[in-house]
C-alpha cells in the first residue's frame, strides 16, 4: 500500500503556480520524499527528492514540513506540457534487496488550463 | 540527448515464445533497473544491476532473465515461464541511490 497520500486531481492556469500537496505522516527517518511524474503510456519522470531540508532544481521546489509528515511541490509557472499524474513517494535510499518498489499511489492528476 | 531508450514501443507475441526487451542509456549511470507497471499499480522491480557483470533479483523475477555486459545496456527477457507477461515494462538508470530515470517503456501483449 502506498504510504502516501494525494488528492485525486486538481486545476491551475498556465502560467500560475502549481501547488500539490502530499500528507505522507508514516514516513520513517531514513525515507526521503520523492516525486514524479506520468504522463499517459510514457515512462516516469523524475522531478525532486528531499529528506527534510526544502529543495528546489530546475523543474520545481519541494517544501517539507519541520515534522516531516508532509510536503508541497511547487512548480514556479506551470505550462500545458505541465498536464501529468504526479506521485509522491517515500522511500529509503535504494542499495538493493527489498527497498526496490516504487510505490506508487493513486497520484494527483494535474490540469493546467490555457 | 542523453537518455534512456526502450525499444520497440509495442510488442506483441504467442503465448510461449520468449522475448527480449532492449534497455539502452548514454547517460553514464552505473545502476539500471527493470519495472512492469499493471493498470493501476506501483512499480514492482523486476531486476535490477549496480555494477556491470553483476545483477540481483527484484520481487517479482521468476520468468525473467536479463544480462550486463556492458554498462550501457540492459536487455530483458520474458520467457515462456511468466505466467502473465502482459504489461508495461520501464527500465531505469540511476547516478546514485536515490532518483531513478525512466525509459518511455515497452507494451507487451502477449495472446
Known amino acids: 500500500d502506498a504510504k502516501t497520500t494525494q488528492p485525486t486531481s486538481m486545476d491551475c492556469a498556465e502560467g500560475r503556480a502549481a501547488n500539490l500537496p502530499c500528507n505522507h505522516s508514516?514516513?520513517?527517518?531514513?525515507?526521503?520524499v520523492y516525486w514524479y511524474r506520468q504522463i499517459h503510456s510514457q515512462g516516469p519522470q523524475y522531478i525532486i527528492h528531499?529528506?527534510?531540508n526544502n529543495e528546489t532544481n530546475e523543474m520545481a521546489s519541494l517544501i517539507i514540513t519541520e515534522d516531516r509528515k508532509s510536503s508541497t511541490l511547487i512548480l514556479p509557472h506551470a505550462t500545458l506540457r505541465d498536464t501529468a499524474v504526479y506521485y509522491c513517494?517515500?522511500?529509503?535510499?535504494?542499495?538493493?534487496?527489498?527497498?526496490?518498489?516504487?510505490?506508487f499511489g493513486k497520484g494527483t492528476k494535474l490540469s493546467v488550463k490555457p | 540527448d542523453g537518455g534512456i531508450t526502450q525499444s520497440p514501443k509495442y510488442l506483441f507475441r504467442k503465448e510461449g515464445q520468449n522475448v527480449t526487451l532492449s534497455c539502452e542509456q548514454n547517460?553514464?549511470?552505473?545502476?539500471m533497473y527493470w519495472y512492469r507497471q499493471d493498470p493501476g499499480q506501483g512499480l514492482r522491480l523486476i531486476y535490477y544491476?549496480?555494477?556491470?557483470?553483476?545483477?540481483q533479483k527484484g520481487d517479482i523475477a521468476e520468468g525473467y532473465s536479463v544480462s550486463r555486459e556492458k554498462k550501457e545496456s540492459f536487455p530483458l527477457t520474458v520467457t515462456s515461464a511468466q505466467k502473465n507477461p502482459t504489461a508495461f515494462y520501464l527500465c531505469?538508470?540511476?547516478?546514485?541511490?536515490?532518483?531513478?530515470?525512466f525509459g518511455p517503456g515497452t507494451r507487451l501483449t502477449v495472446t
Open positions: 544491476s549496480q555494477i556491470v557483470n553483476d545483477f
Open positions: 547517460l553514464n549511470h552505473d545502476a
Open positions: 528531499g529528506l527534510k
Open positions: 531505469a538508470s540511476s547516478p546514485s541511490p536515490y532518483e531513478q530515470y
Open positions: 508514516t514516513i520513517s527517518g531514513n525515507e526521503y
Open positions: 513517494i517515500v522511500r529509503a535510499a535504494f542499495y538493493g534487496g527489498s527497498q526496490g518498489n516504487l510505490i
